[in-house]
C-alpha cells in the first residue's frame, strides 16, 4: 500500500490494509523469535520485556477480531523497546524494517482520516466485530465518570430481570414478570427527579396490536402506584411516582432526596404482564426484551428465564443500540436501530439458585425465587441468559431478541 492509497482510499478499505500489514509484519518477527506459543508471558520472556508490552503486542498479531486487537498497538516508545529487543534477539534487519514501515502506514492512516490516535482508535471500534475489552472498558468507564458527574446520578448495579412463560391463554404469546431496578443510587447534586423506569409495548403495521394486561406483584400495591418488591428496597427509599407519557411509555420517577452516600439506595419493582406486543413474522412472533440504559451505572445485569416447553424458532440475538436519536426501538426492525460495538456477550446457564447467584449482589437470587414462588413455577429446569455489561452507554438499549413458533412443541 502506498501513501496516496490511504489518501485515496475509503478509510474502511485503508484501515483493512493497513491492520494486515502491521499484524504480517509482526508475525514475521514473532516467527524469526521461534514463538510458537503466543502468550504474553512467553513473549516477555524472549523478548525481555515488560509483560503488559508483551499482552499488546499478543492482542493486535493473535485477536481473532482484527480491528479490536490493533486498538490495543503500543506508542512509539513501546514499539522502539520491542524492536530494539527483536534486533538484539537476532531478527533480520528486513523484518524489522517491515514493521517499521507498517508503523509509517499506521501513523499515516491517523494523520489523514482520524487526526489524533484516540480517535482512531475510535474509528477502528466501531469496524470491529466485538470491541477490544481493556479499550472499551477504558472508554466506559471514563463515560461513565463524566455523565455521573453531568447528570449528578449514579449507580453501583442495574437489574433488569424477565421470566418467560408458555402463554396458551394468550394465543401463544409468552407470560413473564419483570423486575428492574437498582443497587446503591445515589444523587450527587440536589434537585434531581430521576426517572428509573420506563416501558412501552409497541405496535405499527408490522406489529401485532394486542392488549397488555399488566399488574403487581405486591399484592398490597395499587394497580397505578410504582409497584415496589418493599422487601427487596432500602427503608430509606424516597418517594417514587408513576406516570405514563403522551408516546404510551409508563415512567416511574424517584423524586428528590439526600445526597451522597447518605442519600445511597436500593429499590427494585416487580411486574406480571399477561400478554406482550411482538413482531409478525410468518411461523410465529419476535420477542423483545430490553433494559433501558439512562442512569450511569457501573454494572448492568440482564437475565432472561426461559421455560423449557415454549417452543423456540431460533436461539436469542444480541445487540446494544442508541437511544441517543430518541427512536422507539420497540417497532424498529433490527436492521433500523443503530447498533453499537461492545466486548461483551450473553452467556447461557442453567436456572436455578445456583445459576442465579450474583456476587454483585447476594440477595438477587432469593428476590428473583421469591418471584418465581409468586408465579408458582419451578425455575430450576428453565434457561438462563445472562448479560454483565460493565459501564454500559447512556442512553442505549440491551435488546435479547427471542423467536417464538405459534405451534405446539410437538407439531
Known sequence: MTSDDIRTLPFEEAASEVVASLRGSLMDVIRELSITDLKPQRVADVLEVDLNLARKL?????????????????GRGGMRIILDSARKK??????????????????????????????????????????????????????????????????????????????????????????????????????????????????????????????????????????????????????????????????????????????????????FMRTMGSVRRPHGYVARFSPRCYTPCELLVFDVLVHPDLPMVEPPQYYITSDIDGSNTSILRSTEMMRLPVCEAPEQRIGGRDGLLLAELPTYHEMILDVASRMDVDISDFVLWRLKLRYPPIPSEAIMEWGFSTKSPST
Not at 492482542?59 to 490495543?72: I, K, L, Q, S, W
Request: contains cysteine; negative net charge.
Open 90 to 271: 537476532g531478527v533480520s534487519d528486513s523484518a524489522i524494517g517491515r514493521v517499521e514501515s507498517s508503523l509509517e502506514m499506521h501513523q499515516q492512516l491517523t494523520r489523514v482520516h482520524a487526526g489524533d490516535r484516540a480517535v482512531l482508535d475510535s474509528m477502528l471500534g466501531h469496524l470491529a466485530e466485538h470491541g477490544s475489552t481493556r479499550a472499551d472498558l477504558a472508554v466506559r468507564r471514563n463515560a461513565f465518570r463524566a455523565n455521573a458527574s453531568t447528570f449528578g446520578v449514579q449507580a453501583r448495579l442495574q437489574i433488569l430481570n424477565t421470566i418467560l412463560l408458555p402463554g396458551n391463554e394468550t394465543g401463544g404469546f409468552p407470560l413473564l414478570s419483570a423486575v428492574r431496578g437498582f443497587a446503591d443510587f445515589q444523587r450527587l447534586s440536589r434537585g434531581r427527579t430521576w426517572i428509573v423506569g420506563r416501558s412501552r409495548i409497541g405496535s405499527n403495521d408490522d406489529l401485532l396490536k394486542i392488549g397488555v394486561e399488566r399488574y403487581p406483584m405486591d399484592p398490597d400495591v395499587a394497580p397505578d402506584d410504582v409497584p415496589l418488591l418493599r422487601s427487596h428496597c432500602s427503608p430509606n427509599l424516597p418517594a417514587l411516582k408513576r406516570r405514563t407519557i403522551p408516546d404510551g411509555h409508563v415512567v416511574d420517577e424517584l423524586v428528590d432526596g439526600e445526597i451522597g452516600k447518605r442519600g445511597v439506595c436500593t429499590f427494585f419493582t416487580g411486574e
Open 58 to 74: 499478543v492482542a493486535v498479531v493473535d485477536d481473532p477480531d482484527r480491528f479490536a486487537g490493533v486498538r490495543e498497538l503500543p
